[in-house]
C-alpha cells in the first residue's frame, strides 16, 4: 500500500512538474517575476511531494493524504492564475484592436 501512495506520489510529480514547464512557457508576458513565481512554486511542489514520498513509508496513510490534497490545490491555483492571466492578457489585446 505505502509502495502504491509512493509510486502515486511520483506520477503527480511528474504531471505537476510538466505543468509547472507549460506554465513557464506560456507566460512569458510580464518577465523575470512570473518566472521566479513559477521557479518558486515548482520548488514548493518539489519539497512537498519528497515529504509525502517521505511519509508514506513511514506514517500514516491519512498523513500522506493530506500532503497530497495541499500540493494538488497549489498547482491547481497556480494553474487557475496562469489561464486567468491568459484570458485577461487575451480580452484586454482583443480591447486595444
Same mark, same amino acid.
Not at 512557457?25 to 510580464?30: A, L, V
Not at 523575470?32 to 506514517?59: E, G
Not at 494538488?72 to 487557475?80: C, E, G, I, L, S
Given at each position: 500500500?505505502?509502495?502504491?501512495? /509512493?509510486?502515486?506520489?511520483? *506520477? #503527480?510529480?511528474? *504531471?505537476?512538474?510538466?505543468? *509547472? @514547464?507549460?506554465?513557464?512557457? &506560456? +507566460? +512569458? +508576458?510580464? +518577465? &523575470? &517575476? &512570473? =518566472? /521566479?513565481?513559477?521557479?518558486?512554486? #515548482?520548488?514548493?511542489?518539489?519539497?512537498?511531494?519528497?515529504?509525502?514520498?517521505?511519509?508514506?513509508? @513511514? *506514517?500514516?496513510?491519512? =498523513?500522506?493524504?493530506?500532503? %497530497?490534497?495541499?500540493? $494538488?490545490?497549489?498547482?491547481? %491555483?497556480? $494553474?487557475?492564475? =496562469?489561464?486567468?492571466?491568459?484570458?485577461?492578457?487575451?480580452? %484586454? #489585446?482583443?480591447?486595444?484592436?
Amino acid at each position: 500500500m505505502a509502495t502504491i501512495m /509512493t509510486s502515486m506520489t511520483w *506520477m #503527480l510529480l511528474m *504531471m505537476m512538474t510538466m505543468t *509547472m @514547464m507549460v506554465v513557464i512557457h &506560456d +507566460g +512569458g +508576458g510580464s +518577465g &523575470d &517575476d &512570473d =518566472a /521566479t513565481q513559477t521557479l518558486m512554486m #515548482l520548488l514548493a511542489v518539489l519539497v512537498a511531494s519528497t515529504i509525502a514520498a517521505l511519509m508514506a513509508r @513511514m *506514517m500514516a496513510m491519512a =498523513a500522506v493524504l493530506v500532503v %497530497v490534497v495541499v500540493v $494538488v490545490v497549489v498547482v491547481m %491555483v497556480v $494553474v487557475v492564475m =496562469a489561464t486567468l492571466k491568459q484570458l485577461t492578457a487575451a480580452f %484586454v #489585446l482583443d480591447r486595444i484592436h
